[in-house]
């Protein structure tokens, strides 16, 4: 990564997003995080080294706070019949 500190950074505001359902959708992930404060575009579902969905994803918030409060609200959800483990991503 590129060194040097300062500033606010994505630092403490991605969610990582694991069990998902294989053929969940970023439409889906958005939709699981309705009502916070999150960017659509970060949304990112994660391939494993075939290629295929990890049944992992990525989601960014407006801020740390914000990450921390739909993790702490949203893990354990379930998305189909799947329950979800949410981590923030530390930098």
């Given at each position: 990564?590129?060194?040097?500190?300062?500033?606010?950074?994505?630092?403490?505001?991605?969610?990582?997003?694991?069990?998902?359902p294989y053929?969940?959708?970023?439409?889906?992930?958005?939709?699981?995080?309705?009502?916070?404060?999150?960017?659509?575009?970060?949304?990112?579902?994660?391939?494993?080294?075939?290629?295929?969905?990890?049944?992992?994803?990525?989601?960014?918030?407006?801020?740390?706070?914000?990450?921390?409060?739909?993790?702490?609200?949203?893990?354990?959800?379930?998305?189909?019949?799947?329950?979800?483990?949410?981590?923030?991503?530390?930098?």
């Open positions: 990564g590129r060194g040097g500190g300062g500033g606010g950074g994505g630092g403490g505001s991605t969610l990582k997003i694991r069990g998902m053929r969940a959708t970023e439409q889906d992930v958005g939709e699981f995080f309705r009502g916070y404060d999150f960017n659509p575009r970060s949304v990112e579902l994660l391939m494993g080294r075939d290629g295929r969905p990890s049944g992992e994803a990525t989601i960014t918030f407006a801020d740390p706070r914000e990450a921390q409060r739909a993790q702490m609200e949203k893990n354990r959800g379930t998305m189909g019949s799947r329950y979800l483990e949410l981590f923030v991503q530390d930098y």
